[in-house]
C-alpha cells in the first residue's frame, strides 16, 4: 500500500526549520530539568514511602497538600489516581528506612495528617475508633474491650469478636475500603456491636488502600541501571550501523535518538510527570523504534547512492527520504493511533509508559528525517570546506 505517489518534498530546504524545532524544544527541555521542575523522579529512583488513599467523595488536593505542610511534610508529593471517580489520591513520603516499621510510620504519618486536618474528625470524635483505618487486630482487641455484648473476658468471647472485626471489616474492603454508613454493618455485625460502634467510632471518609516503600540504596542502584541501559543501547546501536553502513550513519542515528531520548524526557519535565521503571522501558522500546525508522531511510539513501553515483549527495537524500515517506506515515501513523489509544484509556498505572510513547514516536519519525539523514549531507559538506574528498555514506569514494 502506497499513500503517496511521486512526492518531490525539498527536505533539506527546510532544514533551518527543523533546526529551530530541534533547539526550541530541546533548550526548553533542558531548562526545565535544570532550574524548574528538575527531572521528577518516580519513588522507584528516588526512595520513599508511597500510600494509596481512597475518599468516600471528590478529595481536594490542594487541601490535602495543606493538611501534609500543616502536619510537617513538606516534601511529601500529591496527586491524583486512576479515574476521577475512584476519588484516589497518591502520597509520596521521602523515607529514608525500608523496614515494616518504616511501613507502618509512614502509613501513620498520612492516617494523622488526615485525621487532624482533613476528615470530618472534629470535637465531637475525640477519642473514638476511626472504623474506616482501623485494623483487624486492633478492632477485635476493641471489640473485646467494650465488650458490648456481655460475654466477659474469655477465650470464646475473645474469638466471638474477632470474627465479628473480620465480617465487617470484609464488609468494607468488599465496598472499596470505605463504609457508607455504620448501619450497613448490620448485616454481619450483632445489633449490640452495631450499637456500640455507633456510640464510640466515626467513618472518616477516607481509607489507606496501599503502602508500598523503596530504600535509597535500591532507588540509587535502579537510577543508574536505568542510566546504564539506555547508555549501553546506544552504544551498541552505534557499532553495529558502523560494520553495517559507515561510521558517519551510527554517528547521525545515535545524535538522533539522543535527541529522541532528551525531548521525550524534557517533555516530562515540563509536564511534572514522574519518571518510573515503566518510563525507562518506554524509553528503551523508542531508542529501538527511532533507530528502525532511521535505518530504513539510510537503507534507501545507501541504494540510491549505488545506482546515482554522480548525483549530488542531498539530491539523494531528498528522493530517499520521498520514496520512504509512505511507509513512515503508515507504520509510524499506527503506533502512534495504538499508543495514544493507550494512553486515553490505559488507566493511571500505564499513563507515563504511553506517555513517553506518543511523544517518542512523533519526535522519533521526525528525527529520522528532519536530523539523522541531513547530517550526512552536513558531513559531507564539512569536508569538502576542508579542502577533502567526499565520501559518500555508502563507504566508497566518488568517482572523478
Excluded: C
Aim: proline letters at 2%.
Amino acid at each position: 500500500m502506497e499513500l503517496f505517489r511521486d512526492v518531490n518534498i525539498d527536505w533539506l530546504g527546510k532544514k533551518w526549520y527543523f533546526l529551530g524545532f530541534s533547539l526550541i524544544f530541546s533548550v526548553a527541555g533542558v531548562l526545565s530539568m535544570l532550574f524548574w521542575h528538575h527531572i521528577p523522579l518516580d519513588v522507584d529512583f528516588r526512595g520513599g514511602t508511597v500510600v494509596r488513599v481512597k475518599f468516600d467523595q471528590q478529595p481536594n488536593i490542594d487541601r490535602i497538600r495543606s493538611a501534609a505542610d500543616k502536619a510537617g511534610l513538606r516534601d511529601a508529593r500529591i496527586q491524583s489516581y486512576g479515574p476521577a471517580t475512584d476519588h484516589e489520591v497518591i502520597v509520596t513520603l521521602a523515607q529514608s528506612e525500608t523496614s515494616e516499621a518504616a511501613l507502618d510510620q509512614g502509613r501513620a504519618a498520612i492516617v494523622n495528617t488526615l485525621t487532624a486536618n482533613y476528615s470530618a474528625t472534629g470535637p465531637a470524635n475525640q477519642g473514638k475508633l476511626d472504623l474506616d483505618n482501623v485494623g483487624r487486630g486492633s478492632l477485635a482487641a476493641w471489640l473485646a474491650e467494650k465488650d458490648p455484648e456481655h460475654l466477659g473476658q474469655s477465650d470464646a468471647a475473645n474469638q466471638h469478636y474477632t470474627q465479628q472485626a473480620n465480617a465487617m471489616l470484609n464488609y468494607r474492603d468488599s465496598h472499596s475500603g470505605l463504609i457508607d454508613s455504620i448501619d450497613n454493618l448490620s448485616t454481619v455485625a450483632t445489633p449490640a456491636v452495631v450499637n456500640e460502634l455507633k456510640q464510640n467510632s466515626y467513618l472518616s471518609g477516607f481509607a489507606v488502600r496501599n503502602v508500598e516503600i523503596v530504600g535509597p540504596q535500591v532507588g540509587a542502584q535502579l537510577r543508574k541501571q536505568a542510566l546504564l541501559a539506555t547508555l549501553y543501547s546506544l552504544a551498541g546501536m552505534l557499532v553495529y550501523l558502523w560494520f553495517r553502513f559507515e561510521l558517519i550513519y551510527g554517528v547521525a542515528a545515535v545524535v538522533a535518538v539522543f535527541h529522541d531520548t532528551l525531548i521525550t524526557v524534557g517533555a516530562f519535565s515540563l509536564f511534572n510527570k514522574e519518571i518510573s521503571l515503566t518510563v525507562i522501558a518506554a524509553i528503551l522500546t523508542l531508542v529501538g523504534y527511532s533507530m528502525n525508522d532511521t535505518i530504513v531511510v539510510f537503507d534507501r539513501i545507501r541504494e540510491n547512492l549505488r545506482l546515482s553515483r554522480r548525483e549530488p549527495l542531498a539530491a539523494i537524500v531528498n528522493r530517499s527520504i520521498n520514496q520512504t515517506l509512505s511507509r513512515t506515515v503508515l507504520t509510524s501513523g499506527l503506533t502512534f493511533l495504538t499508543v495514544l489509544s493507550l494512553y486515553i484509556f490505559g488507566g493511571e498505572v500505564l499513563r507515563g509508559f504511553s506517555f513517553a510513547l506518543v511523544i517518542g514516536i512523533l519526535i522519533g519519525t521526525y528525527s529520522s528525517i528532519a536530523v539523522a539523514a541531513p547530517m550526512l549531507v552536513a558531513y559531507q559538506d564539512w569536508r569538502a570546506r576542508r579542502g577533502k574528498a567526499a565520501v559518500l555514506p555508502a563507504a566508497k569514494r566518488a568517482r572523478a
